[in-house]
């Protein structure tokens, strides 16, 4: 599985949508993404990675782009 | 049949666990077989000293950890060695606590600052990685300790008081919001407990709060240890948003 499919996966996961509706302009706010799901979704997210994210970057997930770019910092890279 | 106070398996952080009942709380999860995880901060000679009397008293992992549970900085440190180390977090008592008792007109700037910074940002910043790191087994438990001033307040408090009573607030919030994430999060409320703290008190405001206390005797950090052993342990696992009072009916 590469990492975007991974990451698809995670956003399915923890905000409980279809892989289908993961898209590229996913955004915090869209149905099925509030405040609640977005905890779900850190939590999804920091599992599928093994990583730990910072408070700032928990803050600041809010599109599956920004996703991306945040687990760029922790050396996970996503073919263009 | 394994008791239902077990805590085997589980990884516990207590925070200002060098002393009192912090130090109580840390040995009672550590004998009912808790990976434990110590802090303290003014102390590290002492915090060493605890972790090793943990290993070898108890026969089970013990690990210190020293930060200021108010910086948001150290805290993020903390939580990211406690990710790498043991991934994961199933149980935090937010322990650390600073009293310092002054009239109204006599409350400096720095003593309400430092007080808020280590009994409420200190909480509240402990939850937001603990909670994370909870939230991926879908599992965890928190215990914040309040006190009987943050119920019912008193003369010379209002800092403290306040803080403690930010504590409720702040667990009963938490509470609703982590449920669905399966975080149980309660409140311990001491009285009059013998610890360094309260061994400061002036021997006539020592015996005026004796003689406020319905069991007419002081509570021992023991006392508290065993109520946030039961919030720890999976006999409380149904048990959410409560603050419960450890005070042997003390009227304040």
């Given amino acids: 599985m590469t990492n975007l499919e991974k990451l698809r996966q995670a956003f399915s996961e923890g905000l409980g949508m279809e892989i289908s509706g993961v898209t590229d302009d996913l955004q915090y706010g869209n149905p099925g993404w509030d405040s609640v799901g977005h905890m779900a979704l850190v939590a999804a997210i920091e599992r599928a990675f093994d990583i730990m994210m910072e408070t700032d970057d928990v803050i600041g997930l809010s599109s599956f782009a920004r996703a991306k770019e945040i687990l760029s910092k922790h050396g996970i890279a996503f073919q263009s | ?252």
């Avoid at chain 2, 950890?65 to 991934?87: H, L, Q, W």
């Avoid at chain 2, 808020?116 to 939230?135: C, D, E, K, T």
């Avoid at chain 2, 009573?165 to 609703?176: D, F, R």
């Fill in chain 2, 1 to 252: 049949m394994e008791s239902p106070f077990s805590l085997k398996g589980k990884v516990a952080l207590i925070t200002g666990s060098t002393r009192g009942i912090g130090w109580a709380c840390a040995r009672l999860l550590a004998q009912h077989g808790a990976t434990v995880l110590l802090n303290g901060q003014a102390n590290l000679a002492l915090l060493e000293v605890r972790v090793a009397e943990i290993k070898s008293t108890f026969h089970t992992e013990a690990d210190g950890f020293a930060f200021d549970v108010g910086s948001p900085d150290a805290v993020r440190e903390c939580y990211a060695a406690i990710f790498k180390k043991y991934k994961r977090l199933d149980v935090l008592v937010n322990n650390a606590g600073v009293l310092d008792e002054s009239l109204l007109a006599m409350i400096s700037p720095q003593s309400l600052q430092h007080t808020f910074h280590v009994n409420v940002q200190g909480v509240v910043l402990n939850m937001q990685y603990a909670s994370r790191l909870m939230a991926r087994n879908g599992s965890g438990t928190i215990i914040n300790l309040s006190s009987i001033l943050g119920r019912m307040g008193n003369a010379g408090t209002v800092v403290y008081a306040g803080s403690k009573a930010a504590v409720i607030g702040i667990t009963l919030s938490a509470a609703k919001e982590l449920a669905p994430a399966g975080i149980r999060v309660n409140a311990v409320a001491p009285g009059f407990i013998d610890t360094d703290m309260t061994r400061r008190l002036a021997p006539e405001k020592h015996r005026e709060k004796l003689a406020s206390i319905g069991m007419k005797r002081i509570g021992t950090p023991e006392d508290v240890a065993r109520v946030i052993l039961f919030f720890a342990s999976d006999l409380s696992s149904y048990v959410t948003g409560q603050v419960l009072g450890v005070d042997g009916g003390m009227l304040v």
